[in-house]
């Protein structure tokens, strides 16, 4: 289902085939149900794209294929196989944008077609090559249309799916929209309209993935920031959408996670992704942001935000309480706080399960895409949208510096709540930093960068710190053998480490100057 050269360059993303798709979990409820929505009751009906298809699987036992990005498969459907390559692009996100090579075959591999291909450069490894065999298989049953929706023209296609490896199976039912015409934003306007007849969610796990989960369990742990890296000349609505993409896939990869496991790792770095989303909002609000659905978008993920705070407040004060082996509560109390801890995340499981949850996630999808905020205003917002995002962040970096620094000389006079403003404010910089750091390349804004970086982590870390021990106050009841004494003393000595951390950002060189 590769779009051709010439399609790809029309939508302008490569000279080389590539797969524009966006993936969708049925929360309930089966695929057909989707077949009563007026947008698919008027779709074209594709015979030759549905029916059985059987894939097999290659890769190494190692899976050295997989960590590269890469997968390869032969599927077979209506007595014809298809070899195919696919490749992850520089930037993952909602939306899956690969590279696709497609070859009929005989039914065996044919690997001299990946000449040209990522794959090939791998498979010159004549080890390697040796060692690639059948990995897993996913069977699946389609039902494929093609849907004209505004000026795009995408494929659906709605799949029943089983995928195989080793001794387990998981079954699974989802839609597909691949862009065939047109621009990658309507993906996420039609996934839009067709959860208006079934709950959707979005989903970054392709058909592949689920299989080397079945092979590998450790498949399975959180996911955490990937390196944002942006071209020097990237303007400010260029960045804003590889940053915004990233930290929303962290968000959704993770929330699959802790649906599935409950899991305290998890559900930190779904929180932190979109704590990644709220500050990179924040940080191109001014620039970009400025329009009434843009403060829509805010508020949704304040209140996605929320959500997610109560279970996860708990897990960090059962781990602390975890580690204090002289002053821990009674079995008794123990008990009452892994029992509040188990309420909580039934609550955010029900959140989770919610049709406002996954339609904030799908909204805010199709606004990172193509929002009105790529379109609003007059030449002063494009010319915002076309801004140099290097000069753009060399002059939020000094703002939001300044402010922390004035902040910081008054760190023991203030309360806890602007402490914690305090903390929200050296995230929202460090964030910044990781997002558009890599626009500064220097050998000397490198060095500084790391230096820099490194102090606002470990000033984050002492603040928040404190500021678990204020949140704990709520939950001292449980602690009755520690002292009001012995917490000052931490809070003091955490004071000291704050105050010696503020003094080495105040003195550090920028390194965006």
């Not at 947008?39 to 290659?58: C, D, N, T, W």
């Not at 992850?88 to 001299?112: C, F, N, Q, Y």
């Not at 862009?179 to 392709?206: I, K, V, W």
């Not at 000389?409 to 750091?437: A, P, W």
């Amino acid at each position: 289902m590769s779009a051709s050269k010439e399609k790809s360059k029309q939508q302008g993303v490569s000279d080389s085939p590539r797969e524009i798709e966006l993936k969708l979990e049925l929360a309930s409820g089966t695929a057909e149900d989707l077949l009563t929505h007026p947008l698919i009751e008027k779709a074209q009906p594709l015979p030759r794209q549905s029916g059985q298809l059987h894939a097999v699987y290659f890769d190494t036992d190692d899976h050295a294929l997989h960590r590269e990005g890469i997968s390869l498969r032969i599927r077979r459907r209506n007595g014809k196989a298809i070899q195919t390559i696919k490749a992850e692009g520089p930037h993952k996100g909602i939306a899956m944008d690969r590279g696709e090579w497609e070859t009929p075959v005989d039914g065996e591999l044919d690997l001299s077609a990946a000449a040209g291909t990522p794959l090939g450069k791998l498979i010159a490894d004549e080890d390697l090559l040796a060692n690639i065999k059948p990995a897993f298989t996913v069977e699946t049953e389609r039902r494929a249309f093609e849907a004209k929706f505004d000026t795009a023209m995408i494929e659906v296609a709605l799949d029943r799916a089983k995928a195989s490896g080793g001794d387990k199976t998981v079954t699974f039912s989802e839609i597909e929209l691949e862009l065939r015409q047109g621009h990658a934003g309507a993906l996420f306007a039609l996934a839009r309209h067709l959860s208006e007849t079934a709950p959707l969610r979005l989903s970054t796990a392709a058909k592949s993935e689920r299989g080397y989960r079945l092979l590998d369990g450790e498949s399975l742990r959180p996911a955490r920031a990937e390196k944002i890296e942006l071209p020097k000349d990237a303007t400010c609505a260029e960045a804003f959408q590889v940053i915004a993409r990233s930290c929303l896939a962290q968000m959704v990869q993770n929330e699959a996670l802790v649906r599935l496991t409950q899991e305290p790792a998890a559900l930190h770095q779904m929180r932190v992704g979109l704590r990644r989303l709220r500050a990179a909002i924040s940080l191109f609000k001014t620039q970009l942001l400025t329009d009434p659905e843009s403060a829509e978008i805010r508020d949704n993920l304040r209140w996605a935000g929320q959500s997610l705070g109560a279970a996860r407040d708990l897990d960090v004060f059962i781990e602390r309480l975890r580690s204090m082996d002289d002053a821990a509560p009674d079995p008794s109390q123990m008990e009452e706080i892994e029992r509040r801890r188990t309420e909580a995340y039934r609550d955010l499981l029900e959140t989770l399960e919610s049709r406002r949850f996954m339609d904030v996630i799908l909204q805010t999808a199709a606004w990172i895409e193509a929002g009105a905020w790529m379109a609003s205003g007059g030449d002063g917002r494009k010319s915002a949208r076309l801004r140099p995002a290097r000069e753009f962040a060399a002059a939020e970096f000094s703002r939001r510096f300044k402010r922390i620094r004035k902040l910081a000389k008054h760190l023991r006079d203030i309360g806890d709540e602007e402490r914690h403003d305090l903390r929200i404010r050296i995230k929202k910089l460090r964030y910044g930093t990781e997002f558009l750091g890599s626009l500064f390349t220097s050998g000397k804004a490198r060095k500084r960068r790391k230096t820099f970086s490194s102090l606002l982590a470990e000033l984050q870390e002492h603040l928040g710190d404190l500021n678990d021990l204020a949140v704990g106050g709520s939950l001292a009841m449980y602690l009755p053998e520690v002292s009001p004494k012995r917490l000052e003393r931490q809070r003091e000595k955490l004071l000291d480490k704050s105050e010696a951390s503020l003094g080495a950002l105040s003195r550090a060189d920028p390194f965006w100057l």
